[in-house]
T-cell receptor
Framework: AQTVTQSQPEMSVQEAETVTLSCTYD???????LFWYKQPPSRQMILVIR??????QNATENRFSVNFQKAAKSFSLKISDSQLGDAAMYFC??????????FGAGTILRVKS | GAVVSQHPSWVICKSGTSVKIECRSL??????MFWYRQFPKQSLMLMAT?????????EQGVEKDKFLINHASLTLSTLTVTSAHPEDSSFYIC???????????????FGPGTRLTVL
C-alpha cells in the first residue's frame, strides 16, 4: 500500500520569505500523480499544484513550485514570497491511476507579519 | 467550473438520530464520489468510494451499516450517519471525480465539508 509522510507538523515563515514543506512517499508503481492541497481555516480543500510522475520537469504555479525527486520518492513544496493568506494546513497527496487519494498527515504553515 | 457543494454545512443532532449529508457536483458529472472524515488538525481519512448506480466500497474499519452511502445519479451522492453517537462528531468532506471532457481525467474536486455535532 502507498504511504505519504510529512515529517514537519508545523512550520513558520516570515512574510515575503521562502519556505519549503517536505513530503516523501512510498510506492511500487511507476505511474502516479502527486499533489499539494491547502486547507485554510474555512476547511475547503484547495489544489495548489499537481505533478505527474512521468514528467521530469518540476511543476510550478506562480509562487508555488515543487522539487520532485522520483528516485528518492520525495516531493517538496516551495512557497516563495510568502503571504499572510498562505497560512493554512498543507497536505501532500498521492494518487495512482486507480483514483484513490492517499494523504499525508499535514503541515501547519504559519506566516508571520 | 468543477464546483462541488455539500449540504448542510453544519448540523447538530441528538444521539440516536440519523443525519443525511448531500454532496452535489454542480457543473460536471461525477462518475465517482469519495467520502472522507477529518478530525481537528488531522488528515483526511477516506471512508468510502462510490460509483454511480453501484454499491459503495468501504475502507477497512468503516462500518457500512453505520455510514450509508448512496450515489443515485452522476451529480448526487448522500452519506447517512445512522443512529449517530457523540463519537461520530467530526468533519465530513466529499469529493467528486471527473470522467474527462474539459476537466482533467480522474481529478478530484472537494466539497466545502459538513461539520456534524452529535449531542
Amino acid at each position: 500500500a502507498q504511504t505519504v509522510t510529512q515529517s514537519q507538523p508545523e512550520m513558520s515563515v516570515q512574510e515575503a520569505e521562502t519556505v519549503t514543506l517536505s513530503c516523501t512517499y512510498d510506492t511500487s508503481e511507476s505511474d502516479y500523480y502527486l499533489f499539494w492541497y491547502k486547507q485554510p481555516p474555512s476547511r475547503q480543500m484547495i489544489l495548489v499544484i499537481r505533478q505527474e510522475a512521468y514528467k521530469q520537469q518540476n511543476a510550478t504555479e506562480n509562487r508555488f513550485s515543487v522539487n520532485f525527486q522520483k528516485a528518492a520518492k520525495s516531493f517538496s513544496l516551495k512557497i516563495s514570497d510568502s503571504q499572510l493568506g498562505d497560512a493554512a494546513m498543507y497536505f501532500c497527496a498521492y494518487r495512482s491511476y486507480g483514483n484513490k487519494l492517499v494523504f499525508g498527515a499535514g503541515t501547519i504553515l504559519r506566516v508571520k507579519s | 467550473g468543477a464546483v462541488v457543494s455539500q449540504h448542510p454545512s453544519w448540523v447538530i443532532c441528538k444521539s440516536g438520530t440519523s443525519v443525511k449529508i448531500e454532496c452535489r457536483s454542480l457543473d460536471f458529472q461525477a462518475t465517482t464520489m469519495f467520502w472522507y472524515r477529518q478530525f481537528p488538525k488531522q488528515s483526511l481519512m477516506l471512508m468510502a468510494t462510490s460509483n454511480e448506480g453501484s454499491k459503495a466500497t468501504y475502507e477497512q474499519g468503516v462500518e457500512k451499516d453505520k455510514f450509508l452511502i448512496n450515489h443515485a445519479s452522476l451529480t448526487l451522492s448522500t452519506l447517512t450517519v445512522t443512529s449517530a453517537h457523540p463519537e461520530d462528531s467530526s468533519f465530513y468532506i466529499c469529493s467528486a471525480g471527473t470522467s474527462g471532457g474539459t476537466l482533467p481525467y480522474n481529478e478530484q474536486f472537494f466539497g466545502p465539508g459538513t461539520r456534524l455535532t452529535v449531542l
